[in-house]
């Protein structure tokens, strides 16, 4: 006729939430390390893309300009920072620069993985047609880009 009052209680014991709580940071401790780096290579794969992208457009007025002249040269600093000449859409920013420099500048380069100056972007040689990140972050300008 009379319940227990042992019985009726219901929940959690002290013990379980310790072993839910030790579970938890185990799982958290194997699976923050495998999304910690993903910044990372988000930057070099949209590094990777407006690279793709200057190239292009460059090789594209190289070929133009073989075409349209017979002479086929690379284009100058001036004519790639302007709008339209080179690039339809304008210079693509480099996503390792921070806000404060000029992310979507371009600067004469001469050795790829020295930076010049602190203006941030890209470097141009005009010589060889090449482009590159103008940064100094580790492991971006060691890389041949």
């Given at each position: 006729m009379?319940?227990?009052?042992?019985n009726?209680?219901?929940?959690?014991?002290l013990?379980?939430?310790?072993?839910?709580?030790?579970?938890l940071?185990i799982?958290?401790?194997?699976?923050?390390?495998?999304?910690?780096?993903?910044?990372?290579?988000?930057?070099?794969?949209?590094?990777?893309?407006?690279?793709?992208?200057?190239?292009s457009?460059?090789?594209?007025?190289?070929a133009?300009?073989?075409?349209?002249?017979?002479?086929?040269?690379?284009?100058?600093?001036?004519?790639l920072?302007?709008?339209?000449?080179?690039?339809?859409?304008?210079?693509?920013?480099?996503?390792y620069?921070?806000?404060?420099?000029?992310?979507?500048?371009?600067?004469?380069?001469?050795?790829?993985?020295?930076p010049?100056?602190?203006?941030?972007?890209w470097?141009?040689?005009?010589?060889?047609?090449e482009?590159?990140?103008?940064?100094?972050?580790s492991?971006v300008?060691?890389?041949?880009?």
């Open positions: 009379f319940k227990s009052r042992l009726d209680q219901r929940g959690f014991t013990i379980e939430i310790v072993i839910i709580i030790v579970v940071g799982l958290a401790a194997v699976a923050i390390p495998k999304y910690q780096d993903i910044t990372g290579e988000a930057k070099e794969a949209a590094c990777r893309a407006s690279l793709g992208a200057l190239r457009g460059i090789t594209i007025y190289y133009n300009a073989a075409v349209t002249t017979g002479s086929a040269t690379w284009p100058t600093l001036t004519q920072e302007t709008y339209g000449v080179v690039m339809a859409q304008g210079i693509p920013p480099n996503p620069q921070t806000e404060t420099n000029n992310q979507d500048s371009i600067v004469t380069g001469v050795t790829k993985g020295t010049v100056g602190s203006r941030g972007g470097a141009y040689d005009v010589v060889t047609g482009v590159w990140p103008n940064t100094s972050t492991g300008s060691e890389n041949n880009w």
